[in-house]
């Protein structure tokens, strides 16, 4: 039976639950919580809590919201004719922060890889599909700025096939990224050179 305090062994699991931490490292960070002013933790709690309560996800990308559409999506000037594919919300931001891109995103929730257990069905696929085949405007281009791996390459090959009896140009990014590199780590530069130079899928 454990020595901790139910409080102190209930929040070390919670931080064990969290990717890439393990069970001593889970431990040091709710040690060193309970080191700190009362009112750190409640800052630290309130902020864990406002996640719960208030992020969901855009009803048209499939991105991160505070909105039932996303800030991007309800923009009146961004270009709705191009859609950016990514796996990750956080690859946005990534693509962003580049100040390159002016249309909009799609975001699939992850790539495809069968061991981990993510399919095409368990993908935001056949929402992109219905999004390209119902727009109000023509959609013109559709990027996959996917990463350079092996699940990031299956998926691309996937959607090349579903989108080849559309009239889309599909392009992807070039290979600035380096293979096996992940979107969400490439520093601005990197990814805007990618997407400049990007080419026909």
């Known amino acids: 039976m454990s020595s901790l305090p139910p409080a102190l062994h209930n929040a070390a699991a919670a931080f064990d639950s969290l990717p890439g931490v393990g069970p001593r490292a889970a431990l040091r960070y709710a040690s060193w919580l309970v080191t700190q002013p009362k009112e750190v933790i409640l800052r630290f709690a309130k902020g864990l809590a406002s996640l719960a309560e208030n992020i969901t996800t855009c009803s048209v990308c499939h991105q991160w919201a505070d909105q039932a559409i996303c800030r991007i999506c309800r923009d009146p000037n961004r270009d709705v004719q191009s859609i950016c594919v990514v796996a990750t919300s956080p690859d946005v931001r990534v693509i962003e922060e580049t100040g390159v891109f002016k249309g909009c995103y799609h975001v699939l929730g992850g790539t495809i890889d069968p061991l981990e257990g993510r399919t095409p069905e368990t993908l935001t696929i056949a929402s992109l599909l219905e999004r390209?085949?119902?727009?109000?405007?023509?959609?013109?281009?559709?990027?996959?700025?996917?990463?350079?791996?092996?699940?990031?390459?299956?998926?691309?090959?996937?959607?090349?096939?579903?989108?080849?009896?559309?009239?889309?140009?599909?392009t992807r990014l070039a290979r600035g990224l380096p293979t096996g590199a992940s979107l969400e780590y490439a520093d601005a530069h990197t990814v805007a050179d990618a997407l400049n130079n990007r080419k026909d899928s």
């Open 132 to 170: 390209i085949r119902d727009s109000a405007s023509p959609i013109k281009e559709i990027i996959l700025a996917l990463d350079a791996d092996v699940p990031g390459d299956t998926t691309t090959l996937y959607l090349r096939k579903q989108l080849q009896q559309t009239n889309v140009r599909i």
